[in-house]
């Protein structure tokens, strides 16, 4: 059964033309994560050539201000980027199932006070929230992640906490308390198989949110300077002045249309997944 | 506590709080689902509770069997008092007492096979036992419910099963751990007669083998009659008769279970004599605490009915009736 | 007397990706006027199926794609959509299942059955609305109610109102759809009586669609008993109940609880219904009969007449017989 359903949703994913451009989109991202230092033709940190190249045979995309390969940087940069992505929906996603669950099956107290919460975060102006918060704890790799993963549990929370009302109003949920198993047990047997789709499928939704989110953050200067992502190549661009010459088209654009084609990536097998989740495509078995 | 009496349950209570008006004008009214209810089960005895639907009988199995809280009164069980006792106890408890719900549809999870479904309880109150002992714990369940070969449903899903078939499933998951009291909300209603008999005659064998004892839950009086020992008729929240399921069936004393008996056991006498049993009224949702809830719908009421919420009468022989005025139109009718 | 409806080797079938659904297979039976004929069967029999076959109600993937229903002499399956327009309401109606769907909410019961008149009678106005006050009289409800919404009355309330609405145009034929499924033992118990008196009052001819074996006998004077997809019997009340012939309807009587004798042991049907999907030509109870042979293996068995004016589908009557 497990390998059935597993099956199942690669067929409906499969069947569906925009998930599987989604989801080769991100392997390919993913791939290109991997390998950048094969992939790259230059070390990203070092001074390579002369400084503000245009393209030539050894540098694709020409070179930055201080001379570094800008391919070699966008392909490292998107390590930075899909990590920061990943691991900051990750956070959120296992704060939103932690808050959702708790919220859902316990009820009462414990959900109004955690639903208010939710309510407070979700009216908070995003983004000035977040760029206060970037630049009070400073500009680095963790930060960046924490600040995102905070702001965006709550939505989650949301959409988790009413599968979980579903859930518990099942009859094999109240079949196991009656038979006295313990409440560890029916949240991880009966109520988080329940869940895991849509925490997937909300998932999928954060990581494009939070790529999305760094990229800004980034773009701003609040980013990491270490570690350079497509939001800090693009801020290091407009700083030097790259929007308002010839270089927008290989210093500006590449990481811009990165940005983009990664968040659609997401988007796409966000889509597919909710066609899994859709009742009437699960009825078939 | 007499020895011999399994479950006690006494006064139990259960209101909701019904909110209405606006916010600066609220009016909060009690509702009772369940109202001073009162009974008893001896050991290895079916005690049936009937009713329609809504009248208390499935939040009364509830509350017994701890899914819910009560409002107040005390559940008593095997001398422990259920109301009080601590959550830990509660569930060390419930390894004697389990509960067979209605729908065999929803009381399996989907995704679990047949084997880990069954394990469950194990895992629950039999940790210790090694895991073949518990395969064969669930192998000899799944043979007392009659399917055989067992080993051919141990890997099975519950969508791969028929309705009567998961109906014994999760009668097996109820028995697995040889409890001494089961509950069974409804355990037939959403079955087939044909399947419907097969589940009545495993549990009266089971009973008889295990020594079950057992609280009954139907809307069907010919089903309560073929099952239990004693019969107990709820209306609107409250037991209005109790007794023998025979003297229930020949010699009904509540205007309620006269006319339920008379309706079951013979339309056509319903139907002719439509005059002499009209119980057109409405419901009374309200529920009130004052006044026989059956008043609306009642045929023999007096002025006491209004005013005065009837006590539960013994009549002698474990029969006990909740009417102000059955014995004055009782001797009237006969 | 004469025959209102009858039905002859009425099949439908249901088209599906497994394959296809013979869902009601040559059903064959008649009513006569002033008749109530129970038909019976547990669920996904196809009871339900043969009277939305009768109205003409069966929609894509299902197809009738044989028999004839003749309603006092005008075959139901070849007359055209103005024709069915006519006789419904008029010659045959429904109660529904569930008089909760049944009635719209926004508006008066009163309205409702009035529109109902008014679509299908030349009266006027003021006819109608008196028509509607008697008929609600009839069923037992106050007249001037007719002003009431249909949350203001309850379940069973409701359901008298369905019946009123559905002897609006005084038609020959009414078919109860499992009309009190759902409704408490007592109300239920009212609602039936009150089909029944109804029906003698008004010389009406109703098919009453049950799975509840002791209402139906109580109440009708035949019985249909369906088995996945097929008549199995069909003979009155009495015969049923004290000669059955076919094993099924024998079995259901053995496995229905029956208060006057409830020391009787209930014994239950082994085995499961057969999956309808392309199923080959046999008894489709053969799985369950306990006097299986080779024949109903192969072979479909006919509904003959075994005893004057009772008929089953058994090989083992037949040969007895003839």
């Known amino acids: 059964m497990e390998k059935q359903k597993w099956k199942r949703y690669w067929n409906v994913i499969s069947s569906n033309n925009l998930g599987l451009l989604g989801i080769s989109l991100l392997v390919i991202f993913l791939l290109i994560a991997l390998l950048a230092p094969l992939l790259a033709p230059f070390d990203p940190t070092a001074r390579v050539g002369a400084p503000f190249s245009k393209p030539n045979g050894d540098f694709l995309l020409g070179t930055n201000d201080i001379g570094q390969d800008i391919l070699s940087e966008l392909l490292y940069g998107t390590r930075v980027s899909l990590l920061i992505g990943i691991l900051a929906a990750l956070i959120s996603i296992i704060l939103g199932c932690l808050v959702g669950i708790v919220s859902g099956y316990y009820g009462g107290k414990v959900d109004s006070f955690l639903m208010r919460l939710v309510d407070l975060v979700l009216v908070i102006p995003f983004l000035p929230l977040m760029i206060l918060l970037a630049a009070f704890i400073g500009p680095s790799f963790w930060n960046i992640i924490l600040v995102i993963s905070l702001l965006s549990w709550a939505s989650p929370a949301r959409v988790i906490r009413s599968q979980v009302l579903t859930l518990k109003t099942k009859g094999y949920v109240e079949a196991a308390r009656s038979i006295g198993t313990s409440i560890k047990v029916i949240l991880f047997r009966h109520i988080l198989p329940g ?69 659609i990536g997401f988007a796409f097998t966000g889509y597919s997944l909710e066609e899994i989740l859709n009742p009437r495509l699960r009825k078939e078995r | 506590m007499d020895n011999s009496v399994l479950l006690k349950v006494n006064q139990l209570k259960k209101t909701f709080i019904k909110k209405s008006g606006t916010v600066f004008n609220r009016k909060k009214t009690e509702v009772y689902a369940v109202n001073n209810v009162n009974f008893e089960i001896k050991k290895g005895e079916i005690l049936g509770i009937i009713g329609e639907s809504g009248c208390g009988k499935t939040t009364t199995a509830r509350m017994v069997m701890r899914l819910m809280e009560e409002s107040s009164g005390e559940i008593l069980f095997e001398g422990n008092n259920l109301c009080t006792i601590k959550n830990a106890e509660t569930n060390r408890l419930r390894k004697n007492m389990q509960m067979i719900f209605q729908d065999p549809y929803d009381t399996l999870n989907p995704g679990m096979r047949i084997v880990d479904i069954l394990m469950e309880p194990l895992n629950a109150h039999e940790k210790n036992l090694p895991s073949n002992e518990k395969l064969k714990r669930v192998i000899e369940a799944i043979e007392s419910i009659e399917l055989k070969p067992a080993e051919d449903y141990l890997y099975r899903y519950p969508h791969q099963l028929s309705g009567g078939q998961r109906q014994r499933i999760a009668i097996a998951r109820a028995v697995i751990l040889k409890p001494s009291f089961i509950a069974a909300d409804e355990p037939t209603s959403m079955l087939d007669v044909s399947v419907r008999a097969g589940i009545l005659n495993l549990l009266l064998d089971l009973r ?57 056991k013979d339309l056509n006498y319903f139907i002719e004599n439509r005059e002499k049993l009209i119980l057109d009224g409405e419901v009374d949702s309200t529920r009130k605490d004052t006044g026989c809830t059956f008043v609306t719908r009642c045929p023999h009421q007096e002025k006491v009915c209004h005013s005065k919420a009837p006590e539960i009468e013994a009549l002698g022989n474990g029969h006990a009736v909740a009417c102000h005025c059955h014995s004055n139109w009782l001797e009237k009718t006969s | 007397m004469s025959t209102v409806l009858s039905i002859e080797n009425l099949s439908t079938f249901f088209k599906t990706d497994k394959g296809i659904v013979r869902a009601v297979e040559d059903v064959t039976f008649s009513l006569e006027e002033g008749e109530m004929l129970g038909l019976i069967g547990e669920s996904g029999c196809g009871k339900t199926t043969v009277a939305q076959s009768i109205l003409r109600l069966i929609e894509y ?40 769907n049944a009635l719209n909410p926004v508006y008066t019961v009163g309205d409702q059955i009035i529109e109902a008149i008014l679509l299908h009678e030349k009266v006027s106005k003021s006819e109608a609305v008196k028509r509607t006050k008697t008929l609600l009289e009839l069923v037992g409800i106050d007249g001037e109610r007719q002003k009431s919404f249909p949350h203001e009355f309850s379940g069973g309330m409701k359901q008298r109102v369905a019946i009123a609405m559905a002897l609006a145009c005084n038609p020959k034929l009414v078919i109860s759809d499992e009309s009190t499924t759902g409704l408490d033992v007592l109300t239920q118990a009212q609602v039936i009586a009150l089909i029944k008196n109804l029906q003698k009052k008004m010389n009406l001819s109703v098919i009453l669609i049950s799975h509840d074996l002791p209402m139906v006998t109580a109440i009708c004077e035949k ?32 496995a229905t609880p029956n208060l006057s004798d409830p020391d009787r042991e209930v014994v239950s049907i082994p085995g499961s219904v057969p999956n309808l999907v392309n199923i080959p030509k046999c008894c489709r109870f053969h799985t369950r009969c306990p006097y299986a042979f080779d024949r109903c293996l192969n072979e479909s068995p006919e509904l003959r007449e075994v005893t004057p004016g009772h008929y089953t589908a058994c090989f083992l009557e037949g040969d007895k017989n003839g």
């Open chain 1, 195 to 263: 869940v895991i789709p849509i925490a997937l499928s909300q998932f999928v939704m954060a990581a494009s949110h939070s790529i999305l989110i760094e990229a800004s953050l980034s773009f701003l200067g609040l980013g990491d300077p270490f570690t350079k992502s497509w939001g800090t190549i693009l801020y290091y661009a407009q700083a030097r002045g790259a929007f308002l010459t010839d270089a927008w088209i290989w210093w500006v654009l590449p990481p811009g249309l990165l940005i983009t084609t990664l968040v």
């Open chain 3, 223 to 254: 019985i249909a008993i369906m088995y996945a997809g097929k008549l199995v019997e069909w003979a009155t009340t009495e015969e049923i109940l004290n000669n059955p012939k076919h094993p099924y309807s024998k079995a259901l009587l053995n």
């Open chain 3, 61 to 100: 993937p299902g197809k009738v794609v044989s028999g004839k229903v003749i309603l006092n002499g005008k075959d139901l399956l070849k007359a055209t959509d103005d024709e069915l327009y006519s006789l419904r309401w008029k010659e045959i109606s429904v109660i529904p299942q569930s008089a909760m």
């Open chain 2, 208 to 264: 008889k083998k295990m020594g079950l004892t057992m609280l009954f839950i139907t809307h069907d009086l010919s089903t309560a009659s073929y099952m239990c020992d004693r019969i107990a008729v709820m209306y609107q929240g409250r037991i209005v008769e109790i007794g023998p399921t025979k003297k229930i069936i020949q010699s009904p004393s509540h205007p309620y279970t006269i006319a339920l008996v008379s309706v079951v």
